[in-house]
Nanobody, 111 residues
Framework: QVQLVESGGGLVQAGGSLRLSCAAS????????MGWYRQAPGKQRELVAT???????NYRDSVKGRFTISRDNVKNTMYLQMNSLKPEDTAVYYC?????WGQGTQVTVSS
């Protein structure tokens, strides 16, 4: 079954850290572009970070220097390390590869 499953969300205080994981099954992430998106209540889904097969990464300006996207091709898993979290980072975080989406994981940052 081709799917993406996120984990690692939770409640954290401002300034804290979380690491999200996205486990892929049914395909190899190594040959595909991967990304993290997020959607806050009442807002549109927005791109957070991407990583392509060559390893190049890209981030939205508001998370640069705080978030790091990475992947482990052996474990077939993508990660998002989030440091110095802010209340405005509160959202449901989704992983994505082409047309495939995970179910999302909630991240809540308290002030």
């Amino acid at each position: 079954q081709v799917q993406l499953v996120e984990s690692g969300g939770g409640l954290v205080q401002a300034g804290g850290s979380l690491r999200l994981s996205c486990a892929a099954s049914g395909f190899r992430i190594s040959g595909n572009p991967m990304g993290w998106y997020r959607q806050a209540p009442g807002k549109q889904r927005e791109l957070v970070a991407t990583i392509v097969s060559g390893g190049n990464t890209n981030y939205r300006d508001s998370v640069k220097g705080r978030f790091t996207i990475s992947r482990d091709n052996v474990k077939n898993t993508m990660y998002l390390q989030m440091n110095s979290l802010k209340p405005e980072d509160t959202a449901v975080y989704y992983c994505n590869s082409r047309a495939l989406w995970g179910q999302g994981t909630q991240v809540t940052v308290s002030s």
